[in-house]
């Protein structure tokens, strides 16, 4: 793949992933009913629907800054695997009739995460050494 080609894939997945968390936010800090119910049905409501505003907040912004991409992708990823997982199990696919819509940002946010990490996995692999060595 070219340099060029590869700088757009990122930038096409960093736009995707940080568009979707970012407009969520205003649903989740204003206690939408919609967030409200879904993490009340958690059990994790108002502490779950704000710290995960927060971290959404967080890897939007590390995944826009070139050198911070990989965290932010790494954070994206746990953060949207959480809430796929929570789709699958407890929530469902749709949601208080959206259509399966927040499912599907999940997904594509999972998605475009992952694909950061593969462009840049070898800033990846060091990360994950990193923690290795903290051991």
């Known amino acids: 793949m070219s340099a060029r080609s590869k700088t ?3 930038w096409v997945c960093r736009i995707i992933a940080a568009a979707i968390m970012l407009q969520t936010l205003f649903f989740k800090f204003t206690a939408a009913p919609e967030s409200v119910y879904i993490f009340s049905a958690l059990g994790m409501e108002p502490w779950g629907r704000i710290g995960t505003g927060i971290l959404e907040l967080t890897a939007s ?6 050198a911070a991409t990989v965290y932010g992708a790494v954070l994206g990823l746990g953060l949207m695997g959480g809430a ?17 819509q927040l499912f599907i940002y999940a997904l594509l946010v999972f998605i475009s995460c992952l694909v950061l990490l593969m462009l840049y996995k070898e800033q990846a692999i060091r990360l994950v050494t990193i923690f290795k060595r903290s051991k």
């Open 8 to 10: 757009v894939i990122a």
């Open 61 to 66: 912004v590390l995944i826009l800054l070139p």
């Open 84 to 100: 796929l997982f929570f789709h699958f199990t407890r929530l469902g696919i749709v949601v208080q009739d959206d259509s399966g």
